[in-house]
């Protein structure tokens, strides 16, 4: 072998090793907390009735909601015909 096969090899694999190293995983600024969710949002995405930073309001909206999706109240009661 050449000097310059063993040139172009070992830099070969010396790009082929740097390819698959793996950089830090760090993020760059202070980590962000979250807010309560009842601590509210603007009125514009905020259902009538709500008042923010009461979480007993918002729990009520939330139950509210979910009554709305669910199919057994929605649902007519089944009649049986004899």
Same mark, same amino acid.
């Not at 509210?40 to 009461?54: C, I, L, N, P, V």
């Given at each position: 072998m050449s000097m310059r096969t063993i040139t172009l090899c070992a830099a070969l694999s010396l790009m082929a090793l740097t390819a698959c190293s793996e950089k830090a995983q760090t993020a760059g600024t202070a980590r962000k907390t979250d807010a /309560? !969710?009842?601590? $509210?949002?603007? /009125?514009?995405?905020? !259902? /009538? $009735?709500? *008042?923010? $930073?009461? *979480? !007993?309001?918002? %729990? =009520?909206?939330?139950? &509210?909601? =979910? &009554?709305g999706q =669910? %199919?057994?109240?929605r649902a007519p009661a089944a009649t049986m015909k004899p």
């Open positions: /309560a !969710a009842h601590t $509210g949002a603007s /009125a514009a995405y905020t !259902a /009538a $009735g709500f *008042k923010a $930073g009461d *979480k !007993a309001a918002w %729990e =009520n909206q939330i139950r &509210q909601r =979910n &009554q =669910n %199919e057994y109240s």
